[in-house]
């Protein structure tokens, strides 16, 4: 047995129920007041300390009681402040016609563009990643993802270009027709 467990037993024996009344004081409700004390009482016997008697153990726990206690509700209102941001934010509804758009012109793309274009935009690989990944060079990587890339933005009528850094491969979607400008002034 440590040297702190038979001063634990003591406390607990003799001094449980009249630390249990101080804590739900504090608390106002005997599930908490339970909850404080019992980690007030880890406190103040982890770490190997050790006390002479029970009446200085009894004096610790009861000083470490209200700062359990305290330290709890700060907890408590952090996690509140944070849970009331998160729900304050409307959550993200993705355009679904998009997605069914982009999802119907992926699987147009041959088997390995598609795996590139997959792995670059949805797993976010590098180019280099994406060539060890697949087994494949890095050029063909940057060629994959060229002509999918311009395929996608031909077929979705947008412009691809996610030229962002020396391991991405620049992509530019061919020229749209443009339309006849009428009743221009001269």
């Known amino acids: 047995m440590a040297n702190w467990e038979p001063v ?7 001094r449980s129920a009249g630390l249990l009344a101080y804590a ?3 608390t106002g409700s005997d599930t908490e ?13 982890s770490k190997g300390r050790s006390f ?3 009446n200085t153990a009894e004096a610790y726990v009861r000083r470490a009681i209200p700062t359990v206690f305290i330290d709890g509700l700060r907890k408590r209102k952090a996690a509140q402040r944070a849970h009331d941001q ?14 069914l758009d982009v999802r119907a012109a992926l699987t ?6 598609r795996a590139c274009m997959v792995l670059r935009f949805y797993d976010d690989l590098t180019v280099p990643a994406i060539s060890q990944q ?3 060079a890095e050029g063909t990587v940057k060629r994959y993802l060229s002509d999918a890339s311009a395929r996608m933005a031909e077929e979705l009528d947008t412009v691809a ?9 620049p992509v530019r979607a061919r020229a749209a027709a443009k339309p006849p400008i009428t009743g221009a002034v001269r």
Request: proline share 7%; charged share 30%.
């Open 24 to 26: 739900r004081l504090l």
């Open 108 to 113: 147009r793309l041959s088997p390995r563009e």
């Open 161 to 169: 270009d996610w030229s962002d850094g020396p391991t991405s491969a």
């Open 86 to 99: 998160v729900v304050d934010v409307e959550p993200h509804q993705p355009d679904r016609a998009a997605v």
């Open 52 to 54: 002479a008697n029970a």
């Open 8 to 14: 634990l037993e003591q406390v607990m024996r003799e």
């Open 33 to 45: 007041a339970q909850d404080v004390l019992q980690d007030a009482l880890v406190k103040s016997f």
């Open 134 to 136: 697949l087994g494949i």
